[in-house]
């Protein structure tokens, strides 16, 4: 029997009790700044309406996309009237020949508080179509949560193929 094994685990067993203990160790203290005299200087008056006012949020419109679980494009573009319209593309994790077809939906809601809640609408699609028939039997939302550059979508549409999802995180790769 060779002494080899005995010899990593040694060292397996030194690194270990190395790391625990950078981890545990205190920080540096550094050193103390000498306090030097400093001239008072009193801070610029604020206007009173200065603290009322927020920056305008930046505007969510524009081409969105995800990787994975499965390939998909989002696009957010304003409606008018606090109303944005939402159009979702996408298909199925790749399973070759099972692979399920692609899929899409717009919808229609508002922006409130960085979310979209909006309701499927009718629509003529290069995919598909959904007609204010199959909406009244099968009425479905979206929602959208948007932090930043980045959406996350989910939605309730069943009328996708099987194995197609258009939920998911999609970031934002072009704007107006």
């Known amino acids: 029997m060779r002494p080899y094994p005995m010899r990593r685990l040694r060292f397996a067993s030194a690194c270990l009790a190395m790391a625990v203990a950078a981890c545990q160790a205190e920080p540096p203290v550094s050193a103390p700044t000498p306090a030097t005299p400093s001239v008072a200087v009193e801070p610029a ?8 006012v927020s920056a305008p ?3 969510p419109a524009g081409r969105y996309e995800a990787t994975t679980p499965a390939p998909g494009t989002l696009t957010l573009s304003e409606a008018g009237d606090g109303v944005w319209h939402i159009t979702l593309r996408g298909g199925a994790v790749p399973d070759g020949a099972s ?9 229609r809601g508002p922006l409130v508080d960085g979310r979209i809640a909006a309701d499927v609408v009718p629509f003529e699609g ?3 179509s959904v007609t204010e028939a199959d909406l009244a039997r099968e009425p479905s939302t ?3 949560v948007l932090n930043g550059d980045v959406a996350t979508v989910t939605t309730d549409y069943t009328q996708c193929a099987l194995g197609a999802d258009l939920a998911g995180t999609y970031t934002r790769v072009a704007t107006p």
């Open 126 to 128: 290069t995919l598909s």
């Open 57 to 59: 949020s930046p505007s």
């Open 142 to 144: 979206v929602s959208i």
């Open 99 to 107: 692979t399920a077809a692609d899929c899409e939906l717009e919808a």
């Open 45 to 52: 008056p604020v206007p009173a309406s200065a603290g009322s």
